[in-house]
């Protein structure tokens, strides 16, 4: 079985997909010990569901479908943060090199001799 994406924050979607099951079974899919999706398989034996994950908590669960055999995939529950934007990070930078040629002019001219009226 496969679980796109294999790893979510609380909350997010997930699709199970799998096969080698009965032809036209139905599919029962757990995670842990919660129902989280039923369908039915394909003439091939095939399915996609999505699953119903709520707001689960942060950890690492055995995602099971029972079909006439039975199939299993992790699936990770992780705790996603942003720490800046590639934007942010430009701006600053910007700023550095502004301000260091700002300074490095400033120092430049302030070592050129003066000019008396011509």
């Known amino acids: 079985m496969d679980l796109t ?7 997010a979607g997930v699709t199970a997909s799998g096969h080698g099951c009965d ?20 003439a091939d034996g095939a399915f996609e569901v999505p699953l119903a994950t709520g707001a689960a ?6 995602v099971t479908a029972k079909c006439g055999r039975t199939l299993v995939a992790p699936l990770d529950v992780v705790l996603v943060g942003s720490i800046g934007t590639g934007t942010s990070t430009l701006t600053v930078i910007l700023f550095f090199l502004l301000l260091g040629g700002w300074y490095y002019g400033h120092r430049l001219v302030s070592q050129l001799p003066a000019r008396r009226g011509e």
Do not use: L, N
């Open 5 to 11: 994406p294999s790893a979510v924050e609380p909350g």
């Open 23 to 42: 032809p036209q079974a139905p599919v029962d899919v757990t995670m842990g010990e919660v129902a989280v999706a039923k369908t039915v398989a394909g």
């Open 57 to 62: 908590d942060v950890g690492r669960y055995q």
